[in-house]
């Protein structure tokens, strides 16, 4: 079991940055493939990135390939989403997510976080 909780949402303008952080529970999270989904007004949700256990693989939308950053610290159990060049489009509730499976990008993953509101004004 992992428990997963976000951080770092807020209101930017377009242009601007924000580092969404994700704090996983468990003595086991080094083991965890590690994702974030977003979900826009009135969209469903998708996949936006996702690492592998040992940080060495990443894969990307298409649509923030070059403006975000997906990483991790296993020594901290976190996982964290830098996201530059903001576009209004981008605004959605971002989801942290974990899989025990090592599959890229990350379709069905086991656990969620409770999503980070991002905002990006034009």
């Known amino acids: 079991q992992v428990q997963l909780v976000e951080s770092g949402g807020g209101l930017v303008q377009a242009g601007g940055s924000l580092r969404l952080s994700c704090a996983a529970s468990g003595r086991t999270f080094s083991i965890y493939t590690m994702g974030w989904f977003r979900q826009g007004p009135g969209k469903e949700r998708e996949f936006v990135a996702d690492i592998s256990w040992s940080g060495g693989r990443t894969y990307y939308e298409d649509s923030v390939k070059g403006r975000f950053t997906i990483s991790r610290n296993n020594a901290k159990n976190t996982v964290y989403l830098q996201m530059n060049s903001l576009k209004p489009e981008d605004t959605a509730v971002y989801y942290c997510?974990?899989?025990?499976?090592?599959?890229?990008?990350?379709?069905?993953?086991?656990?969620w976080g409770q999503g980070t509101q991002v905002t990006v004004s034009s």
């Open positions: 997510a974990a899989d025990r499976g090592t599959a890229q990008p990350m379709v069905s993953p086991s656990y």
